[in-house]
C-alpha cells in the first residue's frame, strides 16, 4: 500500500486546510485509515481516523474543529482543519491498516499554524 498526502502548508489563526490523502496498491486490504501529527519535540499523535464502515476517531484535542471523510471508490481519505490553532503546527502523516494489522505510512506534509 502507497500512501500520498496533499495540502498543508501556511495558514492564519482560525483558518482552514484541507489535507488529502491517496492510497494505491492493495488497497482491499486497508481497514483503517487515518492521520496523525508530529511536532517539532513531540512524539507522533493519533489526529483522527475512519474505518471501512466509516466509524470515526477523533483526538480530544480536534474534536469539532477536524472532520475526517473517506472515499472508497477513490481511494482517498480526506481531513478537513477548521479553526486551526497554533498548536496544530506540525507534520501530519496519513496511516492505513489492514485487516492484519499491517500499518503504512505516507511521507507526510507539513501544516503551519501562524499569523
Known amino acids: 500500500v502507497q500512501l500520498v498526502e496533499s495540502g498543508g502548508g501556511l495558514a492564519q489563526p482560525g483558518g482552514s486546510v484541507r489535507l488529502s490523502c491517496a492510497a494505491s496498491g492493495s488497497i482491499f486490504s486497508i481497514n483503517v485509515m487515518g492521520w496523525y501529527r508530529q511536532a517539532p519535540g513531540k512524539e507522533r499523535e493519533l489526529v483522527a481516523t475512519i474505518t471501512n464502515s466509516g466509524r470515526e476517531k477523533y483526538a480530544d484535542s480536534v474534536k469539532g474543529r477536524f472532520t475526517i471523510s473517506r472515499d472508497n471508490d477513490k481511494k482517498t481519505v480526506v481531513l478537513q482543519v477548521n479553526s486551526l490553532k497554533p498548536e496544530d503546527t506540525a507534520f501530519y502523516y496519513c496511516?492505513?491498516?489492514?485487516?492484519?494489522?499491517?500499518?503504512?505510512w505516507g511521507r507526510g506534509t507539513q501544516v503551519t499554524v501562524s499569523s
Open positions: 496511516n492505513a491498516e489492514s485487516y492484519d494489522f499491517k500499518n503504512y
